[in-house]
């Protein structure tokens, strides 16, 4: 479970998180919604410590990310596994090097050992026979599953997700999303996705929290987004034609 | 306002090299990182070095020896002349400003890209201290390597003044007998410090824009540049000041 306690953070004069609270539950995904420019990714690199917050404290189970020395910063990332909006997989590597990358630097694992590894996960994630090709080689969303494959390689205990599926097609956009839930519940690990896609608030959206100019307008699961009469949400939700149709339907 | 920018640019400048120069993650990782830099930083800059060496070697011969025409100056002054602008200052001097501007170049966007793409972030969560793992292996790769490609030059530039006596500036043998007069060794021992200190200012300077790029493509280029411009300046007052402190 990640705690999160009235964080701010600011660029220059700039105040992007103006006092965060939140909370992302274990064997749930956790679902971070806003509008382009909200403040959604700044919270997610704060979380893993990209950013320096000015105020408050972000805790992982009983840790307090703040207070951490660097050994013990080092320890807690072993623990994360990150899946980037543009996969961020390492370009001069093969699919099966970047898979076992951090194996490669943190564990004692055998060549062979990571190697099966690396089969696991990439079967995990439905890429078996791509070990030797570059990331520039595959598709769109090929690269996205090589890039929770990587993400999950470590047995990580915090999964986060930066829009997995920006620039993919809707169809494999549900993929990528049933994928991580599969994975979420299978591995039991504490998932926090930043989207603003609504189909994966519906399809995936176990817990949610809204963001709206970098404050926490709202939370709640799936099916209370719906149902919900707050203005920002239903302005957030209801802005497509499809889901105006949809509401008038329910 | 230039100076506090600067000095602010000095200041992440030797954090970064702090950042660069700590404990590896895992020897194996920052060996290999170590040999592909090598090959990349290093052995792809041969083939540029011969041909400059070889050529500039000749170009200098033939002018030193078109300006000492005279009667007075006996023609093995010309080889001595050429092997000392090549080992005091050519090799070691020119080439590395050749190498400023293409390993620097290189060193600059391939880190910059990195840092546009997010893959220096996908390192800094893994555990990974970024810094070290990209820049420390260049640095190591380079300082080796710089040295090697150096001496190299100064026996190509040598050999291409020696094929310029063969085509007949002057007699094969004043040249060959000019190389050996007054040699003075420690002349080599100070080019081979100035490749070794030019090595580290490339490699850094260049790693430090573009591990520091924000933005897109464009500012991937335009720090490109600046990286190759300041390790240029770094290399030419250094040398002054190596020059300063170990020949005067």
């Known amino acids: 479970m990640i705690e999160v306690n009235f964080i701010h953070k600011a660029f220059g004069d700039k105040e992007i998180l103006k006092g965060i609270d939140a909370t992302f539950f274990q064997g749930k995904t956790n679902l971070i919604?806003?509008?382009?420019?909200?403040?959604?990714?700044?919270?997610?690199?704060?979380?893993?410590?990209?950013?320096?917050?000015?105020?408050?404290?972000?805790?992982?189970?009983?840790?307090?990310?703040?207070?951490?020395n660097n050994r013990e910063r080092k320890a807690l990332r072993t623990e994360m596994g990150m899946v980037f909006q543009g996969n961020a997989l390492f370009d001069s590597l093969t699919i099966e090097e970047n898979v076992t990358f951090a194996l490669s630097m943190f564990s004692d694992m055998s060549l062979s050992e990571r190697r099966d590894r690396a089969d696991f996960c990439l079967q995990r994630v439905n890429l078996p026979n791509v070990h030797k090709q570059f990331p520039s080689e595959l598709s769109g969303g090929m690269q996205k599953r090589v890039a929770i494959a990587r993400a999950i390689s470590m047995n990580p205990k915090y999964l986060f997700c930066d829009e997995p599926n920006s620039g993919l097609d809707p169809k494999t956009a549900i993929v990528i999303d049933r994928l991580l839930q599969e994975i979420t519940q299978e591995f039991d690990i504490t998932t926090v996705i930043n989207t603003h896609d609504m189909n994966s608030v519906i399809e995936i959206g176990d817990h949610i929290i809204f963001i709206k100019d970098g404050t926490k307008a709202w939370q709640g699961t799936g099916e209370q987004i719906l149902n919900t009469d707050n203005p920002e949400i239903v302005d957030f939700v209801y802005s497509s034609r499809l889901f105006q149709k949809i509401r008038e339907n329910m | 306002?230039?100076?506090?920018?600067?000095?602010?640019?000095?200041?992440?400048?030797?954090?970064?090299?702090?950042?660069?120069?700590?404990?590896?993650?895992?020897?194996?990782?920052?060996?290999?990182?170590?040999?592909?830099?090598?090959?990349?930083?290093?052995?792809?800059?041969?083939?540029?070095?011969?041909?400059?060496?070889?050529?500039?070697?000749?170009?200098?011969?033939?002018?030193?020896?078109?300006?000492?025409?005279?009667?007075?100056?006996?023609?093995?002054?010309?080889?001595?002349?050429?092997?000392?602008?090549?080992?005091?200052?050519f090799s070691p001097t020119i080439v590395s400003l050749i190498l400023a501007g293409k390993v620097g170049s290189n060193i600059a966007s391939t880190l910059g890209s990195m840092r546009v793409s997010e893959q220096i972030d996908a390192l800094e969560v893994m555990g990974v201290n970024p810094a070290s793992y990209l820049i420390a292996p260049k640095v190591l790769a380079l300082v080796f390597f710089n040295p090697i490609l150096i001496i190299i030059s100064m026996f190509l530039g040598v050999l291409g003044g020696y094929f310029a006596s063969m085509g007949g500036v002057m007699t094969v043998s004043d040249y060959v007998y000019g190389l050996t007069v007054d040699f003075v060794p420690y002349h080599i021992t100070y080019a081979l410090i100035k490749s070794f200190v030019f090595a580290f200012l490339i490699v850094t300077i260049s790693a430090y824009y573009g591990f520091f790029v924000k933005g897109g493509a464009i500012e991937v280029g335009i720090n490109s540049t600046k990286a190759v411009v300041s390790s240029s300046v770094a290399i030419i007052v250094s040398n002054y000041m190596l020059t300063n402190l170990l020949l005067v």
């Open chain 2, 1 to 89: 306002m230039y100076l506090l920018k600067w000095l602010n640019d000095l200041g992440r400048y030797f954090l970064l090299l702090g950042r660069t120069f700590r404990k590896p993650e895992s020897r194996s990782m920052y060996y290999k990182a170590f040999i592909s830099d090598l090959d990349l930083l290093g052995l792809n800059s041969l083939a540029l070095v011969t041909v400059i060496s070889v050529f500039v070697g000749a170009v200098v011969t033939i002018q030193t020896a078109f300006n000492l025409d005279d009667p007075l100056v006996p023609d093995y002054y010309v080889a001595i002349a050429t092997r000392e602008s090549i080992i005091l200052e």
């Open chain 1, 33 to 68: 919604i806003g509008q382009s420019g909200s403040g959604k990714t700044v919270f997610l690199k704060s979380l893993v410590g990209l950013h320096e917050i000015d105020q408050g404290e972000i805790i992982y189970d009983d840790r307090a990310l703040g207070a951490l």
